[in-house]
């Protein structure tokens, strides 16, 4: 008998539905789930379900090798173009990447004068692709923590500004980018247009090639970039998610931008319980962002003393 699929579905942290409720169908199969915790944080989800060897989360160094072939031998930085903007308490990030819009030309523009400000720092610039911007420094260069701009969006930029090792330096180098940038003529362009500025850079996903990467899973669903370059160098196929089909391979589903309670229920919820109760999937996995994880089998139905769960919070 051929082994069933799983399906893993990854969610943001329960808080996030605030005070939205399941449906009383799926509340109840949730409150007969095991339940388990893990650590908290975007990375760490990450994480459980990807094995990076050394560890790390190496973004810049996969993602370029996918985009560019020429990882190899170096350490990589992302540093993509970001929207930063002021306000009364600071300034927050409110995009980034292909979020931004950059088409090749104008990712070449505001390119070209910050060539000559890291490239006298030892450390050139280019864009393979638009949105994804590189900084290409000796192999095995110290780097400080840097945050991935997912988990920093809408948050204020000075938590996120480079510490340890050599952060002035860091500091100096994006503050004299912000600046090129800000008085950059593109930006004029897209304003009359309605769009953003690029007025700064985020650094991330810092290191070298990994010496291996395995995912838990054979087919990845996501629109995350980082996530779906380090799923096609484990050798997983990978595709946006757009609607539930039951899944012919272990397959991990990331629903992280989700907010809607009631869509994620009728989307993805409901369907994939109905797969997992007709025998098509072995097991279905909830895991949150805030560490929580709930594994539901078809066996569990039995367990009609346990009180339904009525929300991820």
Do not use: C
Not at 212 to 223: C, F, H, Q
């Amino acid at each position: 008998m051929a082994t069933r699929p799983g399906l893993v579905l990854l969610l943001p942290a329960g808080a996030d539905f605030g005070a939205q409720r399941l449906p009383a169908g799926i509340a109840t199969v949730l409150g007969r789930a095991d339940a388990d915790g893990g650590d908290a944080g975007e990375g760490a989800q990450l994480r459980r379900h990807v094995e990076i060897l050394p560890r790390g989360w190496p973004v810049a160094a996969v993602s370029r090798q996918r985009d560019a072939g020429d990882a190899a031998g170096a350490a990589w930085l992302r540093a993509d173009p970001a929207w930063i903007r002021p306000d009364i308490n600071g300034a927050r990030l409110y995009g980034y990447g292909d979020a931004l819009q950059l088409d090749a030309d104008a990712a070449a523009d505001l390119l070209r004068p910050l060539k000559p400000l890291f490239g006298d720092a030892g450390m050139p610039i280019d864009a393979p692709a638009p949105g994804r911007w590189y900084l290409r420094l000796p192999q095995g260069a110290p780097l400080p923590a840097f945050t991935a701009p997912g988990e920093a969006l809408g948050t204020d930029l000075f938590e996120h500004l480079a510490e340890g090792a050599d952060a002035r330096r860091w500091r100096m180098l994006l503050n004299e980018a912000q600046i090129v940038l800000h008085n950059h003529p593109r930006n004029a362009e897209r304003a009359a247009r309605g769009l953003p500025p690029v007025n700064s850079l985020w650094f991330w996903g810092g290191g070298g090639l990994p010496d291996r990467i395995g995912m838990s899973a054979a087919r990845v669903l996501t629109r995350d970039d980082a996530l779906a370059a380090m799923a096609g160098a484990a050798g997983a196929s990978t595709a946006e998610p757009r609607a539930f089909a039951t899944p012919e391979l272990d397959t991990l589903v990331d629903l992280r931008d989700g907010r809607d309670l009631r869509q994620l229920a009728e989307d993805w919820l409901a369907p994939a319980l109905d797969a997992l109760h007709a025998g098509a999937v072995s097991s279905l996995v909830l895991d949150l962002a805030d560490g929580q994880r709930l594994t539901v089998r078809r066996g569990q139905r039995w367990r009609v003393w346990r009180r339904p769960r009525t929300s991820l919070s």
